[in-house]
């Protein structure tokens, strides 16, 4: 079973701040995805990665897939109250329309 | 984009009676819908995998003859929750892939049920 762990597992920040999340697994992915949740909606896709050592910019986000394609980053210059969400990396193995298995999740909260 | 629309967002449903979740591609053909399923502040984990014109494949631990799931067309599956209980009440999402788009994993807006 591929398991990917996520940490930290709840953050709590102040509006401004930086931070960084983790996404960790013993397991090889060909791909990996990472998507912002809010309560009670689907996951949207914020950025999919697939060469290792691959890094990746979306606005104040920041990604960055493991040169040996088993772990991935996600750092957020500034956070803003908007960043606010659950954030889930998911891993996908072989080719396209691959089941992917997701992260434990990294619940952020950014408050004023 | 692509859009997958599931129905209804949220059902409330009495001990023993059975809950439907359509999950429908409005402007692509999906051979192949996820269904997952995630209990409050816990991550999505997948319950089976639906393919369009055969059996769909179902995860470790997850009652096929409870979770019925039907691929009958290009751009619908629907999970069936059989003699629903109360343990079973969760937030159930379900996703497709876009034909042509490798990683291009698109998910519905979920769906509450909750068995009373």
């Known amino acids: 079973t591929q398991l990917l762990e996520q940490s930290p597992q709840f953050l709590s920040i102040q509006e401004g701040e930086n931070l960084t999340v983790y996404c960790n697994s013993s397991s090889v992915f060909s791909s990996l995805q990472w998507y912002r949740q809010e309560p009670g909606e689907g996951p949207v896709l914020l950025v999919t990665v697939v060469t290792g050592g691959e890094v990746k910019k979306l606005k104040r986000l920041t990604f960055q897939f493991g040169d040996a394609r088993k772990d991935s980053s996600l750092h957020i210059t500034a956070a803003q109250p908007g960043d606010t969400g659950l954030y889930l990396c998911?891993?996908?193995?072989?080719?396209?329309?691959?089941?992917?298995?997701f992260g434990t999740g990294t619940q952020l909260k950014v408050e004023l | 984009g692509a859009v997958v629309s599931q129905h209804p967002s949220r059902v409330i449903c009495k001990s023993g009676t059975s809950v439907k979740i359509e999950c429908r591609s409005l402007d692509f053909q999906a051979t192949t819908m996820f269904w997952y399923r995630q209990f409050p502040k816990q991550s999505l984990m997948l319950m089976a995998t639906s393919n369009e014109g055969s059996k769909a494949t179902y995860e470790q631990g997850v009652e096929k003859d409870k979770f019925l799931i039907n691929h009958a067309s290009l751009t619908l599956s629907t999970l069936t929750v059989t003699s629903a209980h109360p343990e079973d009440s969760s937030f159930y999402i379900c996703?497709?892939?876009?034909?042509?788009?490798?990683?291009?994993?698109?998910f519905g807006s979920g769906t509450r049920l909750t068995v009373v």
């Open positions: 996703s497709a892939r876009e034909p042509g788009l490798n990683y291009g994993y698109t």
């Open positions: 998911a891993g996908a193995t072989g080719g396209g329309g691959n089941k992917l298995t």
